[in-house]
C-alpha cells in the first residue's frame, strides 16, 4: 500500500470514529466540513487539473441548495431524486456559465467567473416566494421514504459515504485520458490543440463535473442547515472555497477537503476567541500566501524529495496562465 | 418614458458611470503596469467614505476633509503597495486574488472595529445641496451634477498625466515593457507605488463622492468591485479608454435597466432581478469578444 493510501485510510478511520465522541456538535460539525470539503474538491478539480481559477464556485454550490430546498418545498422530498436534481441543475447552470466564462482566460476567467457568481446571487435574492435576502428553511430530505436523515449520525454517515464517492470518482475522471488531456490544457493549450484536443471542450466538460459536485455539496448543506439562503452564493464563499483548496494543496483531491477541515477548525477557534475572528484571518491568509511559495503539498515535496528537484506540482507564474497579452 | 425623465436618467446613469470609471482605472492601471489583479481595491472605495466622515469630524471643513481623507487614502495604499503587493508581483495570478483576497476580509472587519457596525451616512456639503432646474420639467439634484463634474475633471487630469507628463511616459511604457523601463534605469519600484497610490486615491475619491447616495458601511466596496471587474471585462484590461467607456456602458445600462425592466415585464420592482440585466449584458459582449471591446490598444 502507498504512503498516501495508508494516510487515507488512517483518515477515513477518525472521519468514521466522529461519532463515537458522543457528542452531536462533533457529529455536526464533521458534516460540515465534508460538505464543504466536497465543495472545495469541485474547485480543486478545475483549480488543481485544469489551472482553472474559479472565484464563482459558490454560485454553484448555492444553485444545489436552492434546487434542493426548492423541490423539497414543493413536495418532492426523497433524496433518492431530491440530491441528483439538485446537481443536475447545478450542471445546467455551470454548462451555461461555463460556456461564455471559458471564452476568457487568466485573468479574465476569474473576473467573468466572479461577475457571474454575483448575478446568480442576485438571483436567489430576487425569489421573493423563497425569502429573498432572507432565505427559507428547509425540511430534510427523505432516503428512499424512510425519515432517517434526521439523525445526525446517519446524516453524517450519508454525507461522508457520498464525499468518498465523490473523491473515488473524481480521481478516476482525473486519473483518465480525459483529466490527461484536462491537465495539459493546463500546462499547455497550444500544443493539445495542436495535437487534436480542443481544450474548450474539455474545459466546459470540467467545469460542467465541478458544477454537478458543488451542487451535490449544495444539496447536503441544505439538509445539513435545513436552511437556504444567498448568503451561500457570495462571493466571500466563492473567496473561501479557493482559501480551502490552498490551504490543504490544489491538485490532490484529498488536500481540499483537509483544507476545509483546517479552515473551519481555525475559523471556529478564532470566533470562539473574538467576533472580529476576520481581522485575524484575512491576514493569515495573505501571509500563508506570501510565506508559503507553492502551497503546502509543494513543501511537503520539498521536504521528502530534497536533492531530485522536483517541478512544482502547479506552475502559477502570470506567464503561462494566459492572462490578456 | 417622457423626455425629462429620460434625461433625468441619462445623467443618473453617466454619474454611476464615471465613479465606476474612477474605480476601474485603479484596477485597470494597476494591472497594465504591474500585471496583477487587486481584489482589495473595493475597500479602497469603503474607507475613502470612512474616512472622509472622520475627517469631516475633526476639521469641520468640506476642503480640508476631502484632502485629510485623501491624504489617508493615499497613506493606506502606499503602505499596502509596499507590504503585500510587492511580493505579489512576481506570483501567479491565484496567489495575487487569494491574498488580494484576504486583505478585503481584514479591512471589512477593520471599519467594524474602528467605526462600529453601524452603517454611517454623510451629508451633502450645504452649498451643493438643493436642486437646479436643467429644462422645464426636469429639476436635478447639484450635487449629483457635482461630483460627475468632478469624475470628469480628474478623468481629464488622468488623461494629460498619462499623455502628457514623464510619469504617463512611463507608465505607458510600463505597460508595455516594463522590463525595458527597469534596465533604462527607471526607479521601478517607485513608479509602482506612484501608479497603485494613484489608483487608490481615484476608488477612495469615488468612495467619498457616492457616501451621501450610499450609506457607508463593512462591504460596501464588495458589490461596487464586482461591478467594476464587470466594466473591465467589458471595456478591455489595461486600457484607459476601456475604462472610460465600459463605465459609462454600464452605468447607463444599469440605470436605465432598473427604471424599464420592472415597466417592461411588470414586476414589482425586484431589486434583484434588474441587478442581474448589467450581467446579461456582460454575456453578450463575452460572446461578441472574447476580449472586451477595447483591449486591443491599451493607452
Do not use: C
Not at chain 1, 495542436?194 to 481544450?199: D, E, H, L, R, V
Not at chain 1, 466563492?238 to 484529498?254: F, K
Request: without cysteine; glycine residues 12%.
Amino acid at each position: 500500500m502507498s504512503r498516501r493510501a495508508v494516510l487515507f485510510a488512517a483518515l477515513l478511520a477518525i472521519a468514521a470514529a466522529v461519532p463515537a465522541l458522543g457528542d452531536v456538535y462533533y457529529t455536526r460539525f464533521a458534516t460540515q466540513i465534508a460538505i464543504y470539503g466536497m465543495a472545495a474538491l469541485s474547485v480543486d478539480l478545475l483549480l488543481g487539473y485544469g489551472g482553472l481559477i474559479t472565484f464563482g464556485q459558490a454560485a454553484l454550490f448555492g444553485v444545489g441548495a436552492y434546487a434542493a430546498g426548492m423541490l423539497t418545498a414543493a413536495g418532492v422530498t426523497d433524496a433518492l431524486i431530491v440530491w441528483p436534481a439538485a446537481a443536475l441543475v447545478a450542471m445546467v447552470f455551470a454548462l451555461v456559465i461555463g460556456a461564455l466564462a471559458l471564452r476568457t482566460s487568466g485573468f479574465q476567467f476569474i473576473m467573468v467567473t466572479l461577475a457571474f457568481a454575483q448575478m446568480v446571487y442576485y438571483g436567489g435574492q430576487s425569489l421573493r416566494a423563497y425569502g429573498g435576502d432572507n432565505g427559507f428553511t428547509v425540511t430534510r430530505n427523505t432516503l428512499a421514504g424512510a425519515a432517517v436523515l434526521g439523525d445526525h449520525v446517519v446524516f453524517y454517515y450519508v454525507v461522508l459515504a457520498l464525499l468518498i464517492a465523490v473523491v473515488f470518482v473524481a480521481s478516476r475522471i482525473v486519473n483518465s485520458q480525459f483529466g490527461l488531456v484536462l491537465r495539459g490544457g493546463r500546462d499547455n493549450e497550444r500544443r493539445l490543440a495542436a495535437i487534436g484536443f480542443p481544450p474548450y471542450r474539455y474545459k466546459l466538460a470540467a467545469f460542467t463535473i465541478a458544477g454537478g459536485i458543488a451542487g451535490l455539496a449544495g444539496a447536503l448543506m441544505a439538509n445539513h442547515a435545513s436552511f437556504v439562503s444567498p448568503a451561500l452564493m457570495s462571493w466571500q464563499m466563492s473567496g473561501e472555497l479557493l482559501a480551502m483548496v490552498i490551504l490543504g494543496s490544489a491538485g490532490t483531491l484529498i488536500g481540499p477537503v483537509f483544507g476545509a477541515a483546517i479552515y473551519l477548525v481555525f475559523a471556529q477557534m478564532l470566533s470562539d476567541y473574538t467576533e472580529h475572528w476576520m481581522l485575524f484571518f484575512g491576514p493569515l491568509l495573505v501571509l500563508r500566501v506570501l510565506l508559503v511559495k507553492d502551497g503546502l503539498w509543494g513543501l511537503l515535496v520539498r521536504l521528502t524529495r530534497a536533492g531530485e528537484a522536483p517541478a512544482p506540482p502547479l506552475d502559477w507564474s502570470a506567464e503561462t496562465a494566459g492572462g490578456a497579452e | 418614458m417622457s423626455f425629462p425623465l429620460f434625461l433625468e436618467q441619462l445623467f443618473n446613469g453617466i454619474q454611476l458611470g464615471m465613479m465606476l470609471f474612477l474605480m476601474a482605472v485603479g484596477v485597470t492601471l494597476v494591472f497594465g503596469v504591474m500585471r496583477i489583479i487587486n481584489l482589495a481595491h473595493g475597500s479602497m472605495f469603503m474607507l475613502g467614505g470612512y474616512f472622509l466622515v472622520t475627517a469631516l469630524a475633526a476639521t469641520g471643513s468640506t476642503l480640508l476633509g476631502l484632502v485629510l481623507a485623501l491624504a489617508l487614502s493615499i497613506v493606506v495604499a502606499v503602505v499596502l503597495e509596499i507590504i503585500v503587493l510587492r511580493p505579489l508581483y512576481a506570483r501567479g495570478p491565484l496567489d495575487q486574488v487569494l491574498a488580494t483576497f484576504g486583505l478585503t476580509l481584514f479591512f471589512n472587519e477593520l471599519v467594524v472595529v474602528i467605526w462600529g457596525r453601524e452603517p454611517l451616512s454623510l451629508d451633502i456639503p450645504e452649498f451643493l445641496e438643493g436642486h437646479v432646474e436643467l429644462l422645464p420639467g426636469l429639476s436635478y439634484p447639484v450635487y449629483r451634477l457635482a461630483i460627475t463634474g468632478v469624475a470628469i475633471a480628474a478623468g481629464a487630469l488622468l488623461y494629460l498625466l498619462i499623455n502628457r507628463t514623464r510619469i504617463g511616459a512611463l507608465i505607458r511604457a510600463g505597460s508595455e515593457k516594463r522590463e525595458i523601463v527597469a534596465a533604462l534605469g527607471v526607479n521601478i519600484g517607485l513608479l509602482y507605488t506612484l501608479v497603485f497610490a494613484l489608483g487608490a486615491a481615484l476608488a477612495a475619491l469615488a468612495g467619498m463622492m457616492t457616501g451621501p447616495l450610499l450609506s457607508i458601511e463593512s462591504g460596501s466596496g464588495d458589490p461596487i468591485l464586482i461591478l467594476t471587474l464587470v466594466v473591465i471585462v467589458i471595456g478591455g484590461i489595461g486600457s484607459v479608454r476601456g475604462a472610460l467607456a465600459g463605465g459609462l456602458i454600464v452605468g447607463i445600462f444599469d440605470t436605465f435597466s432598473r427604471v424599464l425592466l420592472p415597466q417592461l415585464l411588470g414586476l414589482t420592482a425586484g431589486s434583484g432581478l434588474t441587478s442581474m440585466a448589467v450581467y446579461v449584458l456582460m454575456a453578450a459582449i463575452l460572446v461578441y469578444s472574447r476580449t472586451g471591446l477595447f483591449a486591443a490598444n491599451r493607452g
